[in-house]
């Protein structure tokens, strides 16, 4: 399109200045509150025509039509939602008549206000087609380029960028809004969302509102060395602040255009304005850059992966890059059930272990027989697009599933793979150029393997003139150096890591390998396998799927790492090892007591540890009882002390009462016939109509450590019932917790019906809104904590 | 304007400081080893894992505040001297709630019942500000659509049981919500059940 290529040619010149807001323009216009901005535009076309025309004086090169809620879902909220096309082709026009034809028109596209699949209730292909129709109207009005801006969710800026690139080859820009924390609302830093976009078919990608010119100069110079097309710029006038009830954009024309030129240095290429700014911004911030430079992208392509809420961009010198493979059913019947049951639990856990495990993208196969595939792979994107910051592998034999992931999946992903097979090449090499994914090139054609490095490498280079065809660079896929079994080929380990070498020195490219199929049928397989990692990292390897949980694995990954030089691989492998718990050696002679041991396990929280720690107290002649008395009650009344003086946090003080519970059920059988009586005995109940019990539930934990019988009514316990145990029990102490207003007025009632029935056991209370006041007012005792419930009951019980 | 806006997933991460602030830490005085933060913060993982944010808003127009009564449009009505100063200045009002699901509930019943309350009050405080942080992140989003009209949200919000503001009134904003449709339901103890769930109000400038 002639406007397209006027655009990249005056970017390749100059910065492009975008106009300011159009909102608060119209604001001072006369635009009054509640009505729908486009409708009243096009009732007062004169009023957006002379806001379009102060904007084109003042300097901008490409002024906004004022469509930016011209969708259906937001016209609807007028009613008007079947006008969506004629809203944005009238609006598109006037901004032409205001502007003639030296100005560059944008058809804008603004956020639905819904989120979309699978963060939201609106269906992505409804998403679509809501753009589509938006965007008819702009394109059938004269834009010469369309600007998708202001989106939080990224699902939503690909929704609308597809419906775009699927009508017309227009230039489109998008630009996301970030928060302060440098994240979308969604949690997109910019980086992920500039690869995603980018990858889609973006020709420019930015950030527009919610920050001020400063903090968007942070926003630019993150994602420029990521940038392969122009990036934009359009900060608000500052921050808004509240001034006499209305909010306010304070920073001038002056202050504003003063960061321009900084802008333009961080490499944005385009600048314009949003919230608070008005054509006296836009012109001072023409003036400011007019002579500005600008910073072309730093790079044609890029070797990146990324997802919704991170990235991952691959190089050739880092560390080797492992793919999590544990999401494949073979083999895994849990998995598998799950998949038949459309349950996703499994995936969820195998997600997030592996990431914790360090694995750097997750490969996803879910390939098995009686199930539907589509909406399986459909499911598991959505999952995993919540779950886990890891981008996606998506490994599947079949089309049509690698069609469903990519195109709903909110990022850039890797297809895996595509091989040389003719229907392979003619049906995903155009799926990955259209939605812009990476890919394994799998070196495999005419249905048989090549088995030596000479003839994969004629298959690769044929592959990648294909590939070249689309658009595709050498940083767009990686090579499967294809392993195979040395049991059934000696040659086969060889072969590969020669193909991985010609990939690395001569091809230059990126090289993945799935290694343990090299020692398939072969005894000491983790041997083999370690070996042949090394060896592949030595010939350049940049990836292995592989499981990250084995040990074996990521040990010699480290190793390799160091020894062949890798970018902080040197430290990585120290902090790995120094991590790696050391192996126990004889140490010094250990000088404590077995009663001291039993008061650090107890301070400590280690459950695991006090039965046997106990058991070499008991056999130094200590008896159970003393063991209670002068070891573990006072330990436990030590944890109580630093709990109160918030030296221990709460899972601190549960720690250490599990302990001590753990050692008193362990104890319990010699105290029976050694012990004194009971300390004494404690109803506890959350009251009626209330279900927290947390509280209550560590209370209970509490008193039975410091030797009291418990009597647990549980949650939402009816007064009679309440009452009718504390006739039948006889307990000490009743305690009550309740955690809402509502539910705190019933403990009064449970303690009148049972000063009815003539019980006067005293009574103790607790929870959230519970106060001293109110307990003293309705007769009862008052505790803050559990610690200190422990405490009134014992002041509770010497007292009588 | 009077439609509510469902929030299927809300995409927040655990707010780790005020979860660790919400179970007793207090920086400079309590002192926990490495082992104890590195099992606290995997407890912190594992219940965020388990909670599925969920929440819907709605934005109504204050027909009359007169101190101590606030009329809002859709025939609703608040009593609470409080709440009437809390939106002196405002015309309107945005109803919230947010819920983390049924999965992080069962998963305390289940720790408390295996008597692992350490791993039981670390979901539970999870939960609670995870739920909490759902409302933050409702007002900023709401927030994004209001810098366009030229407006903005108060920096608080208000909810039912709180000041002279009747937790009664929780079964109105529950109500109104429609939060039936996450699955979340009310007791006649105003209790919303999941327990994790909340819902405010609070006010446009």
New interface residues.
Partial sequence: MIAATKIKNLLAKKILILDGAT??EL?KRGLP??VCPELWCLDNPQVIKDVHAAYRKAGAQIVYTCT?GANRYKLK?YGVQEEVYSVNLQLARLAREACGRETLIAGDIGPT???IE????LAFEEAVDAFKEQARGLIDGGCDLIVIE?M?DIQEARAALLAVRELSDIFTMVSM?Y?KDGHT???TPPQSALITLQSLGANTVGCN??AGPEQMIDFIKMMKPYATVPLLAKP?AGM?K?KD???VFEMDAKTFASFGSDLSKAGANLLGGC?GTTPEHIRALSRAVSRKKPTSPVRKSISALSS??GFLEINENSPLYIVGERINPTGKKSLQQELTEGKLNII??MA?EQE?QGAALLDVNIGQPGIDEIQTIKNVVGLLS??SRLPLAIDSSRIETIEAALRLYPGRMLINSISGEKEKVSKLLPLAAKYGAMFILLPLTGGELPKTAKKRQTIIDNIFRKAQKFGFTKDDFVVDGLTMAVASDAHAGRETLATINWCKNTFKCKTILGLSNVSFGMPGRPWLNAAFLAMAQYCGLTMAIANPASVEFTNVQKAGDALTAREKASLQFINHFSQQTAPQTPGPVEKSSPEEKVVKAIL??EKENIVVLLEEALRTGRQAAELVDEVMIPSIVRVGDL?E????????L??A??TM?KGLAHLDPLLKKTAQADKGKVLLATVR??????GK??VA?LLKNYGYCVIDLGKDVSDQVIVSAARKEKPDVIGLSA?????MVNMKEVITLARENGINTDFLIGGA?VTEDFARSIGANFARDGVEAVKVVEKIIKRH | MESTVFFEKIPMGPPRDKIYHRLGYKKLTTEISALQQKETDALIHEASSLIALQGMSLRLKISQNDGETISVSGNLMFRSKKLSAFLRNCREVILMGATSGSAIMEAIRDKTGRNDLTAAVVYDATASEMTDGALEWIMQYMNQALRREGKTLLPRRFSAGYADFALENQKIIYEKLQMDKFGVQINPSYILIPEKSVTAITGIY
Avoid at chain 1, 645 to 652: E, T
Avoid at chain 1, 689 to 694: A, E, F, K, R, V
């Fill in positions: 909102g608060t604001q509150a509640g930016f909220q206000g819904l989120f699978p963060f939201g209730p202001t939080i809004t928060e609302l969604g949690g509102c919610s608000n808004p509240l009830g209305v909010t919230c919704a809420r969820r856990q997030q914790a919540s779950a400590d929280g709990y003086k918030k030296i221990y946090f709460l899972p601190q549960m720690a009462a599990e519970k109509g209330d279900i927290h019990d947390i539930n560590i934990l955690l809402m207003t509502t539910t809104v």
